[in-house]
């Protein structure tokens, strides 16, 4: 506590004589759980459910009397109103409401001081504090502030409430409640007057007053609509907006659309019917209520005021994928359209990112690397395995509507005798590598090639889906290798491509399942672009080559250093592991300007002067002939 508020506190104690010994400080304002506030023709919120001395609570049931009836105790529940269209779900000092002209509502609230009731137009009435005894209530002389004080403060929390009645013309009207004492001219906390109110603001409603209520007829700002997994309640809020799930529906599954339906006032629609429709042969059924059994329709029809009502949506077929538009309507306006995707069972196998493999080496093995630089997932294999539905959806095999097991269909034999599946996919999303699942298939013993296909059988239905057959490749590490470049001849400015292609001892395409390893390269006027070459050793301790067992590397043509044109003989090493002899490879290197050389001068005077004598001859052969 700071002195300045000790100091008031200590002088209000000091004046408690001038109210007959009765007026002593205020406690701190105690905070209770707070509700959030029910709109018009909802529950009454009984004053507890509010904060002390920060709230202002709203009368919403409907009056069946004249006007509006404050609350007779702090637990009450017979508080109403007359003609209120709207209510939000606060109570603090940043409410609205809606009401009509002429209307009235009841304002209450728990507090611990003097309180105060103001209002920019409109007119107070009936303020009471109706549990409590030697209370004082001053109007104003034009009604539009109430104010109530104690004899003394009140020990514990004290239910303050009173009537107002809104204005006549319509526009935008302010109603708040503010508490505390004042301070007067000595610096003293004294009892607030009529025309010196308390200054905390607890309370604040901004009343819009309307001469006719546009309730009854539906509002799409209003409405909650949303896909789910489950049927549920999904109520409008102007604070958090209906979302729909981000869950993959697979095959078998049903999805739900949960929604309510509000007018401008955020209140039920009157009674109505409800048309659900179904596009490509969707199955809907739509109930006010979370469990709903599977339709059987396209069409489904409800008598509702589409409150928290629910539409289940289901495949026509087992197996097949469905994507479908769903449509609701209350009284043949559309209020809610979602479009939804349930996939298919497995029936297509796509085969891709296929690798080569070791010579006698199990079809779990190897291949990590590969697929790493591939996929971006470390995990051994040879190929990958893409499993969709007949509409092209990615098809999680690991979940249970895609269960299965994955087999060898067709190929393998002395090359090629085991096919597996090692790793199952894990995601429905095409555009993650999660969607792989990642395959090995083993080699005999000796270099090769064979066509194999692998299947999928479904567990729950026997469905047997098979993939086009692909070349798996079994061959030797690598004992050798040659470079090539991609042109005998540069320019300066050019990109140049160099492939490194590795062989094995019998000279068959290495495969790559063993990491390039160390190397160096001298390419004179050349710089390396690849990430995996550097000046020095350039070694890539992980990666490895391409299925066909070569590798490229790109690089700038005298971009860094003036060129001289010429020939030129690079020296390329592969030496951790050693593949044998440096490879040399040549090329010519032009740097774009005049590159005549004096062999070239000379070439051009010989055939010069044997043109020549070749006129001169003919020029005697035609004088002779004279």
């Given at each position: 506590m700071s002195k300045t508020t000790l100091r008031k506190r200590i002088?209000?104690?000091a004046t408690t004589a001038l109210f007959a010994g009765m007026l002593s400080v205020a406690s701190a304002p105690v905070a209770s759980a707070q509700s959030s506030h029910t709109n018009a023709g909802g529950t009454t919120m009984v004053a507890t459910n509010g904060t002390t001395d920060a709230s202002m609570m709203t009368s919403v049931v409907a009056s069946t009397g004249t006007g509006s009836v404050i609350p007779s105790t702090t637990a009450a529940s017979d508080?109403?109103?007359?003609?209120?269209?709207?209510?939000?779900?606060?109570?603090?000092?940043?409410?609205?409401?809606?009401?009509?002209?002429?209307?009235?509502?009841?304002?209450?609230?728990?507090?611990?001081?003097?309180?105060?009731?103001?209002?920019?137009?409109?007119?107070?009435?009936?303020?009471?504090?109706?549990v409590t005894t030697g209370e004082t209530v001053v109007y104003n002389s034009s009604n539009t502030a109430v104010l109530i004080t104690f004899a003394g403060a009140p020990s514990a929390a004290t239910l303050v409430a009173t009537n107002w009645t809104a204005p006549t013309t319509v526009g935008t009207y302010t109603?708040?409640?503010?508490?505390?004492?004042?301070?007067?001219s000595s610096g003293v906390l004294v009892q607030p007057t009529i025309t010196t109110l308390p200054s905390t603001l607890s309370g604040n409603i901004l009343v819009t007053v309307v001469a006719a209520s546009a309730g009854g007829t539906w509002s799409a700002s209003r409405t909650a609509c949303s896909v789910q997994t489950a049927g549920g309640s999904t109520a409008y809020t102007s604070s958090l907006a209906a979302a729909d799930t981000t869950t993959v529906f697979t095959d078998g599954d049903s999805?739900?659309?949960?929604?309510?339906?509000?007018?401008?006032?955020?209140?039920?629609?009157?009674?109505?019917?409800?048309?659900?429709?179904?596009t490509n042969g969707g199955l809907v059924n739509v109930a006010s209520a979370t469990s709903l059994v599977a339709g059987t329709s396209s069409t489904a029809i409800l008598s509702s005021d589409g409150t928290l009502d629910n539409v289940r949506v289901s495949q026509p077929t087992a197996g097949a994928p469905l994507t479908t538009t769903v449509t609701i309507a209350y009284n043949g306006t559309t209020v809610c359209t979602k479009t939804i995707t349930i996939r298919g069972d497995v029936a297509k196998l796509t085969i891709g990112?296929?690798?080569?493999?070791?010579?006698s080496a199990a079809s779990t093995a190897n291949g990590s690397q590969w697929m790493y630089q591939k996929t971006g997932i470390y995990t051994p294999g040879q190929f990958t395995v893409v499993a969709t539905d007949s509409a092209g959806n990615v098809v999680n095999t690991s979940t249970a509507s895609g269960?299965?097991?994955?087999?060898?269909?067709?190929?393998?034999?002395?090359?090629?005798?085991?096919?597996?599946?090692?790793?199952?996919?894990?995601?429905?999303?095409?555009?993650?590598?999660l969607a792989y699942n990642f395959g090995g298939f083993g080699c005999g013993a000796s270099a090769g090639v064979a066509n194999i296909s692998i299947k999928f059988t479904a567990t729950a239905t026997g469905k047997v889906t098979t993939s086009s057959p692909f070349a798996a490749r079994c061959a030797d590490t690598a004992t050798s290798y040659s470079v090539s470049l991609d042109k005998a001849a540069y320019s300066q400015g050019e990109i140049a491509k160099a492939t490194v292609q590795f062989l094995d001892s019998k000279g068959n395409k290495a495969n790559n399942t063993v990491a390039i390893g160390a190397n160096s390269w001298v390419l004179p006027y050349m710089t390396a672009v690849d990430s995996t070459i550097t000046t020095t050793t350039g070694a890539s301790s992980t990666s490895v080559t391409n299925e066909d067992g070569?590798?490229?590397?790109?690089?700038?043509?005298?971009?860094?250093?003036?060129?001289?044109?010429?020939?030129?003989?690079?020296?390329?090493?592969?030496?951790?592991?050693?593949?044998?002899?440096?490879?040399?490879?040549?090329?010519?290197?032009?740097?774009?300007?005049?590159?005549?050389?004096?062999?070239d001068v000379l070439k051009s005077i010989v055939a010069l002067i044997a043109s020549i004598n070749k006129q001169i001859q003919a020029l005697q052969k035609l004088i002779l002939k004279r």
């Open positions: 002088a209000l104690t508080a109403t109103q007359k003609g209120l269209l709207n209510k939000d779900s606060s109570s603090g000092t940043a409410q609205t409401a809606t009401i009509l002209a002429g209307g009235s509502v009841a304002f209450y609230g728990m507090v611990t001081t003097a309180a105060a009731f103001t209002a920019t137009g409109g007119s107070f009435s009936n303020a009471a504090i109706p109603v708040s409640l503010s508490t505390g004492y004042v301070t007067n999805a739900y659309i949960a929604y309510d339906l509000n007018d401008a006032y955020t209140q039920d629609l009157p009674t109505g019917n409800i048309t659900v429709t179904a990112n296929i690798g080569s493999q070791a010579l269960l299965g097991s994955y087999s060898a269909a067709s190929g393998t034999g002395t090359q090629v005798p085991t096919v597996t599946v090692n790793t199952r996919s894990t995601s429905n999303d095409a555009t993650s590598p070569s590798v490229v590397y790109t690089f700038t043509v005298g971009t860094t250093t003036a060129a001289v044109s010429g020939t030129y003989t690079g020296v390329v090493s592969f030496t951790a592991p050693a593949l044998g002899v440096n490879a040399t490879p040549t090329y010519k290197l032009s740097t774009g300007g005049d590159t005549t050389t004096n062999a």
